[in-house]
């Protein structure tokens, strides 16, 4: 069974920092690409920051220079450090591994990422 358990989001003020976790099992993660996306309310869901199995990363105009995707092949984590963080990044975030050599697509659950003073 495959599951995508996403930990640490919160309430934070503009301006701070908050780190996700994503916890990957029944993949074999090493050879999946890995990503972050986040659904505002009323919006649609967005593509934040993607790493490849050999740790090449990409990022969302809007998070380039604040957030960090990063991943731990031994862990089978992907993390998502998130700095100066605007009231623009409140949404919930989702850890996802997109369809790859054969291999059907996942979502984690979502953890709520609140910016306000």
């Known amino acids: 069974q495959v599951q995508l358990v996403e930990s640490g989001g919160g309430l934070v003020q503009p301006g701070g920092s908050l780190r996700l976790s994503c916890v990957a099992s029944g993949i074999i993660f090493t050879i999946r690409p890995m990503r972050w996306y986040r659904q505002a309310p009323g919006k649609e869901r967005e593509l934040v920051a993607g790493?490849?199995?050999?740790?090449?990363?990409q990022y969302a105009d809007s998070v380039k220079g604040r957030f960090t995707i990063s991943r731990d092949n031994v862990k089978n984590a992907v993390y998502l450090q998130m700095n100066s963080l605007e009231p623009e990044d409140t949404a919930v975030y989702y850890c996802?591994?997109?369809?790859?050599?054969?291999?059907?697509?996942?979502w984690g659950q979502g953890t709520q990422v609140t910016v306000s003073s």
């Open positions: 996802n591994t997109p369809p790859y050599l054969g291999y059907a697509q996942y």
């Open positions: 790493i490849s199995s050999a740790g090449n990363t």
